[in-house]
């Protein structure tokens, strides 16, 4: 069956930084487009980043310059490294897997950035 698994998530400082993985098993990894979203508390989820099976990548514009997606596909792993990490990216990160109209999501993990 196709499970998302994230990690990495935690309690860091404004300024901080931070490495979220996926890993990724049931599905053809390296088809599909990979994609991290956050959802804040009250808010609506939006995206952070995405990255094709090619490797061409897209960030929203509030974390351009600080995340950075990139994955391995022989691991069947996407990551997001955070750096510059202020307390509006309080969120849980999710991650997402894409092809066509197949579509799905890990569980989430917690990202609280505070002093």
């Known amino acids: 069956q196709v499970q998302l698994v994230e990690s990495g998530g935690g309690l860091v400082q404004p300024g901080g930084s931070l490495r979220l993985s996926c890993e990724v098993s049931?599905?053809?990894?390296?088809?599909?487009?990979m994609g991290w979203y956050r959802q804040a508390p009250g808010k609506q989820r939006e995206l952070v980043a995405d990255?094709?099976?090619?490797?061409?990548?897209n960030h929203a514009d509030s974390v351009k310059g600080r995340f950075t997606i990139t994955r391995r596909n022989a691991k069947n792993t996407v990551y997001l490294q955070m750096n510059s990490l202020k307390p509006e990216d309080t969120a849980v990160y999710y991650c997402?897997?894409?092809?066509?109209?197949?579509?799905?999501w890990g569980q989430g993990t917690q990202v609280t950035v505070s002093s």
């Open positions: 997402n897997a894409l092809l066509g109209k197949i579509n799905y």
């Open positions: 990255i094709t099976g090619g490797g061409s990548t």
């Open positions: 049931g599905i053809i990894f390296r088809f599909y487009t």
